[in-house]
DNA sequence: TTGTGTATATTCACTGGTTGGTATACATCG
DNA sequence: CGATGTATACCAACCAGTGAATATACACAA
């Protein structure tokens, strides 16, 4: 509670971060996570209960920050959805050249505790998932009719995955832009206005619904409180690696 | 290589294979590769050089029946080349409902590798993808004559590989088949032949030229440059790191 | 048949190092 | 004081890989 202590707490979620996503959860120790953070093992034991405490730690701190890069990336797009769309996969597809970029964290997570489906990191991984797909089904809610918002709202999440995964095995970006482009043509033939015209809808042409361009604007959050912390007792296996 | 050393060498990558497969790389031990096949961990390493040898070899074993196996399923559907490639993803989607289903071996180990490009598994790894990939492309370009047979195979792919991801993830079978549709669609929306409304494509757009492919976006983008193609071809092998 | 040489195949016991996690004590501060 | 942090030192278990000896198979000679 106290500064030194939040910021202490806070060193080591940032350490753990760039350990656990650069190298994998199972090839970084608890040791190496309190070196890097400037501080004693034992120190790291005082914040965290374990490591598995600890690795539920870093993907919790990622995951609004993932989706509101998201949610960014589209509110700033211009075009309709689906340019908006493939907007997100462009910009992806720019991040994933960083030398440092190492695919979705919580795919990789959920590789490396495959056996442990109840770990708090594996619940944590499907909840993020969740919200973005939920995101997005609102999306197309908005813009077309109600049942096909989420088949397609999955089917845009198979795109982005599978892209993540990939572009991580082939370290060949274009696979992200030939996702957006498949993710774009299922938005678009779902899309209930012919879109003859290429010219002019640059900005949003008014269509029946004035109300969603409002929505459009004011994303509002896809449900009220997330999170089902706790089960900290979980302790659950150890993870051991070389 | 007498006959007792081959079957050795056969029962050490069947134990391998399970262990790796069910429980990762990481995860596993030699130790426990060696008494899972009944022997010890010197004489693995008489026929293996090393641990990582081992990994390379369960992964080289799977390539080709991999492969043979969705041939099989495109070979033995009835319909359409969009309705062969749906036939896969629901083989597929029956497969991960068997409890020891774990994804696909060669993303889970590329995940788990993933700071070891040069790493022999990850040479197979990315070899049996691209593998794939050329048969469904020679398939897009024989069956149908597709001049975009490429972008499309990458497509399929990239639901393929998302679907595993995500199915492991949720452990909801149903992603594979929602990944299915969406390859039907994109298959069937670049079919010479007149097309009957199938399933999920309900809102169906009367436009010959397949545009979207050719990475046509409806609206123009705000800055002039859209995105820098990278090399379509050629994936860049980067040099191993220890 | 028996003996011997040689390459293959396998085992036991072991190394040096790392793992997640702790016991204990010391420090700082309201 | 007592609560909150931090450090030194330590643990038992596990890890990938190895040295030295041995068992088995087969070829060839006497």
Chains 1, 2 share one sequence.
Not at 8 to 25: N, P, V
Request: include cysteine.
């Amino acid at each position: 509670m106290s500064e030194t202590g939040r910021s202490t707490r806070e060193r080591i979620l940032q350490a753990a971060g760039k350990l656990f996503y650069g190298e994998g959860i199972r090839a970084v120790s608890v040791d190496a996570v309190a070196e890097k953070a400037g501080l004693t093992k034992r120190t790291l034991y005082y914040h965290f209960r374990s490591k598995d405490d600890l690795i539920a730690a870093y993907l919790e701190v990622r995951d609004q920050p993932n989706l509101a890069l998201f949610k960014r990336w589209f509110a700033e797009a211009d075009g309709d959805v689906a340019a908006k769309v493939e907007a997100i996969f462009r910009n992806l597809a720019r991040s994933t050249r960083h030398p440092k970029w190492k695919g979705c964290g919580f795919l990789r997570t959920s590789v490396e505790l495959v056996n442990l489906p109840g770990h708090p990191a594996m619940v944590i991984g499907r909840a993020h998932k969740k919200r973005v797909e939920d995101w997005l089904c609102s999306v197309f809610e908005d813009a077309i009719g109600l049942r096909e918002a989420r088949q397609l709202a999955r089917q845009v999440i198979l795109l982005l995955d599978g892209a993540f995964a990939v572009v991580l095995l082939h370290r060949d970006p274009s696979y992200m832009e030939a996702a957006g482009a498949a993710a774009a043509h299922l938005v678009r033939g779902l899309m209930p206005t012919p879109r003859r015209s290429i010219k002019v809808a640059k900005v949003r042409r008014t269509v029946r619904p004035p109300d969603w361009l409002t929505h459009d604007r004011a994303f509002p959050p896809p449900s009220a409180q997330p999170m089902d912390r706790g089960t900290a007792a979980g302790s659950r296996a150890r993870s051991a690696a070389p």
